[in-house]
């Protein structure tokens, strides 16, 4: 990595002095020749500890980054294109190209920095976007020449034009008229398949119809819509264009909209395909949308449970979860041969030190197949960041730490290093072999007991065999057998306990606050 020498540009004037001081910064200006193909390099970058030797790679070599390849189908057939996934593939800095699209979280947050200001001295056109981008426009300014708040789908063609005509913006913001209708098919050619465990992963909505404070999604999609649909018919389309049975929706809300639920349901019916998705609990209960996925093929679901306090969740209006019994939703969920990955945030203002023993407990008692624990962290840009802001609780602004892992605001009711604490033992006691084994006795039948007994213990107990497979670049060997995993479940009738075929593979899910 070079040194870092463009100097904060946060108003035009300043961005004039920064192109007067670097000669080679021409070369942005030269991106308006009109109908010259561009250059054009995506990158994700990676959170501190992908650099460490000791980081888990199997983690973040799941997914691909769907929303660069969602930007790059915009671009023009006689550009050139890649997109470049640090946590996957080493990222080359010594390259030319006219035009950088950088990914922000909040974790990789400095590093994408860091590539910024690069390609901002070797004369590159930078552009960074994405939900820490959108929460802190003002931190990211300095280090683009163009920023994009919200979904790029609007705004990011907008620029396109923009830059070929000469008279690119500094600020992009996704308002009115946002849709997923005429969007062009994601460039999924530009994604290194075998380096993702699951590269069918696919989002067919964006966003959420419900308001929780903790969560970005408010914030993100700030200004215009917040929770929209593809047509039916694309959604289908992108599907079949995926090889292989194997999909994982990374949708907030999968079961968000019953209608569009129903008609995508439908119409996967014939597509003999297993997938993966994200729900909310009220959505698991009311009606029958979840029997309708099943029948399509769901077989492992993410639910935010989040707490089990109910005055946590009026604080942090979680209300779609109020009143809801969280039994009569594992209940449900198992009789489909759905298996759970339970979401759980601790460190909420009414926790005190039993939430932790409280809530694995209570995880293993009604059979939950994986969990995800989470501290409580408050994002820049939600109403829970507000309000610590405005009680004095946020103890630091390190957002290398904002990984959910790490305590970063003063917890009322728990010192820091309890809760802390808390959640380590809480992964710890979840994954002990005997609680995996305890949890696997809810179910009725003995093939789903080993079901479950194999997918948890899969996931978290062969991590190292995954790593090397990894690292020995042995993913995509994995990747038809994970296409069986969930495989078939022969039901006996409508709302019976099913029957599961039993395979040594783990229960992949994406660690979000759901
Ligand atoms: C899949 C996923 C992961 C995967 C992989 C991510 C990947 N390869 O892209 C894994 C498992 C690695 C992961 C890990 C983490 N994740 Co995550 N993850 C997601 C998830 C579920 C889906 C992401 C996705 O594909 N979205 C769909 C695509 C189409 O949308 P998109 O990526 O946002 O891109 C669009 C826009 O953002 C925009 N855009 C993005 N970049 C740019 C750049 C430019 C220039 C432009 C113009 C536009 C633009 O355009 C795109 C099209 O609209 C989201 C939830 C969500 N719904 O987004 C959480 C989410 C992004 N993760 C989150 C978090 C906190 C994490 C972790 C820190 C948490 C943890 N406990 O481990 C880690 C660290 C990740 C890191 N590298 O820093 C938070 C982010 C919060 C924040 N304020 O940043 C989210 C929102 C979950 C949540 N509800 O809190 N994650
Ligand atoms: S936490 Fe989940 S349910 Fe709540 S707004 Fe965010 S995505 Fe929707």
Known sequence: MQSVLIAPSTSAASSNFAMQSYPRLARR???????????????????????DPQWRPIKYSLFPPLGLATLAAYLRPDDQAIIVDEHVQPLTLDDEPDLVIVQVYITNAYRAYKIADHYRSLGAFVCLGGLHVTALPEEAAPHADA????????????????????????????????TLERVPPIRRDLIRRTSYLVPNSIVVTRGCPQHCDFCYKDAFFQGGRGFYTQRVDDALAEIARLPGRHLYFLDDHLLGDRRFGEALFEGMKGMKRVFQGAATVDSILRGDLIERAAEAGLRSIFVGFETLTPDNLKRSNKRQNLGRDYKAVTDRLHSLGIMINGSFVFGMDDDGEDVFRRTVDWAMEQGVTTATFHIQTPYPGTKLHAHMVREGRMLTRNWNLYDTRHVVYQPARLKPETLKQGYDWAYRE?????????????????????KHFFYASGWKKFEPVWDILIRARQLNRITPMLEGVLARVTRRKRQQPAQVETQLLPVIQPETTL
């Open 29 to 51: 200006t030269m991106i308006a020749s009109g109908s010259r193909p561009l250059k054009v390099k995506f990158i994700l970058p990676a959170l501190k500890e992908a650099t």
């Open 430 to 450: 979840f994954y002990r072999w005997g609680s995996i084994a305890r949890a696997s006795l809810h179910h009725g039948t003995l093939k789903h007991q080993a």
């Open 147 to 178: 920023i994009f708040l919200g979904p790029g789908e609007q705004t990011f063609p907008r620029f396109l034009e923009d830059l070929r005509t000469g008279r690119p913006e500094r600020v992009y913001t996704s308002t009115t008229g946002r």
